[in-house]
């Protein structure tokens, strides 16, 4: 069961909508052309507004359809309706483009069409790190619950398996192998034998993918316990046991203020060959300004005074179309001191739908 939304605009002479007759006009020329594939449309409401005119018309009460006329010419139609059977949809896309080819001709005008925007208690869209929306092939939510720090969902996609979803962002699901190997740049480092911190990573993928490379001792910190449970139980395929044993020979999970051991570490004087930041991703915002920019920084700095000096620090950017959020992480690394470099790799993460940046950043005298 879902309600469907069919989204058509058109692009028209500003001046045909600007002058009350050529408005009036258009009105009812674009009525006529509906009444070709709604025969029982009937106009309910119209006004004037800021921008232009708004026509409501409906259907039998269950097709309710919005036009807006806005005064720089555009035309933006919102069919709205709901449908039990998803399958057999009252508008399909296909009857949506005769419904835009028809009115091109006698609106005499250029439009698009769009597939249908599904929308239930199922959430099926999510956005791009460029803020488009993409719609995902999601039958069923299996759980849904808020932890003190965030909301957490697991949704299931039939192509993509269990999808762990962080404040409505997706964050990793059974399919992205391709993002934890690329984060730790399996073949290219050597783990063997090392000592290794993760700041965060609560979805246990990196210390599973991790603890299959020998290392000496991995420590974890994780301050959400919720998201660990929760992980453990649905996404098994991705995290093994590590969530559940929290604690063997070679690793233990912390669940605290990765800040709060990360000063501790410093006091101690403890050093480790690789530090994982798989914390929240690179900011998008018009500057580098703001609580969490802080905290990046404050992650940042905390984390080079607890590598050895051959160490490493790995993390994950945001997406390759955000060159701009992108380049205000690089500058932060600029400033840093002593100063690092650093390189990138890029992988096409299933789940995201798009090409991820991560980060390898080094001292600049290794």
Request: proline fraction near 4%.
């Amino acid at each position: 069961m879902t309600a469907q939304t069919v989204l058509l605009d058109f692009s028209i002479d500003p001046s045909r909508i600007g002058d009350k007759v050529g408005l009036k006009d258009t009105v009812k020329l674009l009525e006529k052309g509906l009444l070709e594939f709604f025969p029982q449309l009937k106009l309910i409401f119209e006004t004037s507004t800021s921008d232009g005119h708004l026509c409501v018309f409906s259907q039998n009460d269950a097709i309710f359809l919005n036009a807006r006329f806005f005064n720089h010419g555009i035309i933006a139609i919102n069919i709205e309706y709901f449908k039990d059977n998803v399958e057999q949809p009252f508008v399909t896309f296909d009857l949506t483009r005769q419904m835009r080819n028809h009115l091109e001709k006698v609106l005499n005008v250029i439009g698009h069409a769009y597939p249908a925007i599904h929308r239930s208690q199922i959430r099926k869209y999510f956005p791009s790190s460029d803020e488009r929306i993409l719609e995902y092939d999601i039958d069923k939510v299996i759980y849904e619950g808020t932890s003190p720090f965030q909301k957490i969902q697991i949704v299931h996609s039939k192509s993509l398996g269990n999808m762990l979803v962080l404040d409505e962002l997706q964050n990793i699901a059974e399919s992205d192998l391709i993002y934890t190997e690329t984060l730790m740049q399996r073949g290219i480092e050597n783990y063997e034998g090392k000592e290794i911190c993760i700041l965060g990573g609560g979805d246990g993928a990196l210390l599973y993918e991790l603890l299959k490379e020998k290392p000496k001792f991995v420590t974890m910190l994780e301050i959400d316990e919720m998201v660990m449970q929760v992980c453990n139980k649905y996404l098994k395929s991705i995290c093994g046991d590590v969530l559940e044993l929290r604690k063997s020979d070679n690793f233990e999970i912390i669940v605290d203020d990765c800040m709060i051991y990360l000063d501790k570490f410093i006091k101690e004087g403890k050093k480790f060959d690789y530090v994982f930041g798989d914390l929240t991703d690179i900011p998008i915002s018009d500057t580098p300004t703001g609580e969490v920019w802080n905290f990046f920084r404050s992650i940042l700095e905390h984390s080079f005074k607890i590598l050895k000096p051959t160490g490493k620090y790995l993390t994950h950017g945001n997406g390759a179309n955000r060159p701009d959020s992108l380049s205000m992480f690089e500058e932060q690394l600029e400033k840093l001191e002593p100063k690092v470099k650093f390189t990138r790799a890029n992988a096409f993460v299933p789940s995201f739908m798009e090409d991820w940046v991560f980060y390898q950043i080094t001292f600049d005298d290794v």
